[in-house]
């Protein structure tokens, strides 16, 4: 919540086969403990048309939520040195949308073998995770429950599980941060299309 690319687009840092592993492993990063949902990360209005391709728009994929104070302050962490960018483009009066979960918590395009989503049309956030920038570096979250953090252990590991390079994570980074309407690196003028805001 958490090989195939459009023309242009560098492939994401996954494999087909640890996304098997990992929801045969269970839990995943495509499972939210109930009750955190608003801690999920939002989709853009690119992501969501992108999605929409692919599912439409009937099944249930998307929840409106409100900006709370605990989803500012992840999103505030996520970008610490854009405080007021992120603020500004998430208004705790405001809405954006997330991914829908089942009772469980469950993604609802997660399946017995994966996310049932073809790589291209994930959410940015899902095709990064583990990996993230900070300071300009390709960090990785330290989250016990990734099969991928703990086979990998570093993050040069955890790269090579995947088969992904340095690079492709800071294009992904990059695509994610405009698509959510900050500018493709820190520092850089803000951007726009800004996140779809619903309820505003």
């Not at 690319?5 to 990063?29: D, F, K, L, V, Y």
């Not at 300071?135 to 955890?158: P, Y």
Request: net charge positive.
């Amino acid at each position: 919540m958490n090989a195939f690319s459009r023309p242009g687009e560098i492939p994401a840092p996954s494999n087909p086969e640890n996304c098997r592993q990992c929801a045969a492993a269970g839990p995943t990063c495509c499972t939210l403990t109930p009750g955190h949902e608003d801690l999920c990360f939002p989709i853009s209005e690119m992501e969501r048309h992108r999605i929409a391709e692919h599912v439409g728009l009937s099944l249930g994929a998307f929840t409106p939520e409100a900006n709370s104070g605990a989803f500012v302050s992840c999103m505030r962490r996520l970008f610490p040195r854009e405080g007021k960018l992120v603020e500004s483009l998430f208004p705790e009066w405001g809405r954006h949308l997330r991914l829908s979960v089942t009772p469980g918590g469950h993604c609802v395009f997660l399946r017995d073998d994966g996310c049932c989503l073809p790589r291209e049309a994930r959410p940015y956030y899902c095709r990064l995770f583990p990996f993230w920038m900070t300071d300009g570096r390709v960090t990785a979250f330290a989250a016990a429950g990734c099969l991928v953090h703990r086979q990998g252990r570093t993050v040069a590991g955890m790269l090579a599980l995947l088969l992904a390079t340095e690079g492709q994570v800071r294009d992904l980074h990059g695509r994610l941060r405009l698509a959510w309407g900050l500018p493709p690196r820190e520092g850089m003028p803000a951007v726009t299309p800004a996140p779809a805001r619903f309820g505003t």
